[in-house]
């Protein structure tokens, strides 16, 4: 395949767990490594999947009442690093930065909390903040990495893995990334849109 890539270290932090629990046994059955925080990690783990937290990654625990969790250099430098950049490679090396070249996110549902009426800070909270980070990093760097960037994907990868196992190619990755690109700036809008009312 074209600049064939193998997946084997997932970084899954995700809202909506629906849809999931298949996703993550064809993933285990390949032999990916999973990386979670949160709920999702213990989803991950109800199931009987190892997942390695992304605290013991970091050393920092989740903070701000979780508004911190992913954001950090241990985690975007393992999405970010070019495999064929000998400098990147070296700093990885030196920072202990594990490669991350899977990575599924759902964002909080903040559509969804503004049409429930909810309160403006109720709201405020449902802006995500390290998701849409983890879907810019890994649709930036989709020569490397595959980036799952809602639900409405998992199916789409489910059936990569089922026809070519835990490998993807070039164009198959600038497809997700396109589309991840496609969920951010939905959600910047959505978001924009309700502070100017």
Not at 1 to 7: F, V
């Amino acid at each position: 395949m074209a600049e064939a890539k193998k997946m084997k270290t997932a970084l899954i932090s995700v809202f909506h767990k629906d849809g999931l629990d298949e996703l993550l046994k064809k993933l285990n059955e390949e032999g990916v490594k999973f990386l979670s925080t949160g709920g999702t990690q213990t989803f991950i783990e109800s199931l009987g999947y190892e997942c390695q937290k992304v605290e013991e990654v970091t050393t920092y625990p989740s903070i701000l009442g979780g508004r911190v969790k992913t954001l950090h250099p241990k985690v975007f430098g393992g999405i970010l690093a070019r495999r064929d950049n000998e400098g990147d490679r070296e700093q990885m090396k030196q920072y202990d930065i594990p490669e991350i070249d899977l990575v599924i996110v759902d964002l909080y549902p903040f559509e969804q909390t503004v049409a429930s009426g909810a309160s403006e800070p109720d709201i405020i909270e449902k802006i995500d903040i390290g998701g849409i980070s983890l879907i810019r990093a890994g649709a930036k760097n989709f020569k490397d990495v595959v980036i799952v960037p809602s639900k409405a994907e998992y199916s789409v990868l489910l059936d990569i893995l089922n026809k070519q196992g835990a490998e993807t190619t070039i164009e198959q990755r600038k497809m997700f990334a396109a589309r991840a690109f496609g969920v951010s700036s939905h959600y910047d809008t959505a978001i924009h849109n309700w502070f100017i009312g």
